[in-house]
């Protein structure tokens, strides 16, 4: 088995969330546990828009990502910058169109994390990545938070993005703050950590879905007096989204997080 691949994608405007995206993209291949694949979200707006916007030309190199290639991967660290404390519009576009996926749960059980860029250090660096929780929930992926694992993110005499939440540029009102080197870091140790978790998630195991498909046609005493004469019900097929096959997914990932905090 190879190892995991992680998708780094982004929707950067002036530049500060792609600088975080390539930090991202170094912590996860410094860590050696997985493959990691950077791309980008398709514009939504109009080149007249953006050149009002003054923003600067899209880097054209980094391809734009698909549902299709989403759910060939095995985990996700996706950034934004905020729009009023929550995904600009063209992050939501996306996902709206990832309604495919969800109705084959193509993206259940896998990781996620997040990162933003606010203009300020009270712009969102929280709430933009809780108010995006329910397109996780919906798709059954399990969102990896960074924690505080760097230093940087105790300090109070400089101003510095990120949160437990995920990691952070803070750009500034006119967007002249670029990066600064312990955003980066804070980036660049969320890739890694990610990484170590997305690993361990993807890591072989027993077919637990077999399990939980054993264990439930298995009869119980109370159930084995009544079964002489069962009722007459429709036949039905079990499908891919069938209630044991769920289970036994869920069952899957329950395990994975006990064999997770026990290393």
């Keep these: 088995m190879g190892k ?6 982004y929707y950067s405007t002036y530049g500060h969330v ?4 390539q930090a991202e993209m170094r912590g996860l291949l410094k860590s050696g546990k997985v493959d990691a694949e950077l ?10 828009v953006l050149e009002k916007m003054h923003a600067p030309a899209r880097d054209t190199s ?5 549902p299709e290639i989403l759910a060939e ?3 996700f660290l996706v950034g934004f910058p905020t729009r009023f404390g929550v995904a600009p519009a063209q992050v939501k576009a996306f996902f709206d169109s990832t309604g495919s996926l969800w109705s084959k749960g193509a993206l259940l059980g896998k990781p996620m994390g997040l990162f933003f860029s606010t203009a300020s250090q009270h712009g969102g660096q929280e709430s933009t990545a809780f108010s995006f929780l329910p397109h996780l929930v919906h798709h059954g992926l ?3 938070s960074l924690g505080t694992p760097s230093p940087y993110m105790f300090e109070t005499d400089a101003i510095v993005g990120g949160s ?3 990691g952070g540029v803070i750009a500034g009102s006119d967007g002249s703050l670029l990066p600064t080197y312990k955003e980066i870091e804070i980036a660049e140790i969320q890739g ?12 072989p195991d027993q077919d637990l879905s077999k399990t939980a498909a054993a264990t439930s046609e298995k009869p119980t005493e109370a159930t084995a007096a009544t079964s002489e004469k069962p009722a007459e019900v429709a036949s039905v097929t079990p499908t891919s989204a069938s209630p044991v096959k769920a289970r036994g997914r869920m069952l899957q990932i329950v395990d994975k997080f006990k064999n997770l905090f026990k290393s």
Excluded: H, M, N, R
Aim: charged share 20%.
């Design 39 to 48: 791309y980008q979200f398709a514009e939504t707006l109009s080149g007249d």
């Design 142 to 144: 399990i969102y990896v």
């Design 73 to 75: 991967a095995d985990g």
């Design 4 to 9: 995991p691949k992680i998708l780094v994608i």
């Design 18 to 21: 792609q600088t975080i995206a």
């Design 62 to 66: 980094v391809p734009e990502i698909t």
């Design 164 to 166: 437990p939440w995920g």
């Design 192 to 203: 890694d950590k990610f990484a170590e978790i997305a690993s361990k998630l993807a890591a």
